[in-house]
Nanobody, 116 residues
Framework: QVRLVESGGGLVQAGGSLRLSCAAS????????MRWHRQAPGKERELVAG???????NYADSVKGRFTISRDNAKNTVYLQMNSLKPEDTAVYYC??????????WGKGTLVTVSS
């Protein structure tokens, strides 16, 4: 069974930076598509960024140029570097792993709060 554990959230002032990490257990990480989603209070969960195994990353328009997703297959870890943070980036950020074999797993989330 694959487990995901996010870390790196916290409180930051607008304009600041944070780096989220998501560590995956199990042996399927290298073939998985990894995504970061977020859910702000009172809003639906939305896709922030994703990266396929060996593929190029993709981003939501709202974070393009500010966020960078990357993965380290040797460490079974995906990262989300968030720069120039805005109050509207405040949300719980969730890591998601999906494999071609039908595994689809979510982490419990990490809270990011951006103060103005």
């Amino acid at each position: 069974q694959v487990r995901l554990v996010e870390s790196g959230g916290g409180l930051v002032q607008a304009g600041g930076s944070l780096r989220l990490s998501c560590a995956a257990s199990g042996s399927r990480f290298s073939v998985a598509t990894m995504r970061w989603h977020r859910q702000a209070p009172g809003k639906e969960r939305e896709l922030v960024a994703g990266v396929r195994s060996g593929g190029s990353p993709n981003y939501a328009d709202s974070v393009k140029g500010r966020f960078t997703i990357s993965r380290d297959n040797a460490k079974n870890t995906v990262y989300l570097q968030m720069n120039s943070l805005k109050p509207e980036d405040t949300a719980v950020y969730y890591c998601n792993l999906e494999t071609p074999f039908g595994i689809n797993t979510w982490g419990k989330g990490t809270l990011v709060t951006v103060s103005s």
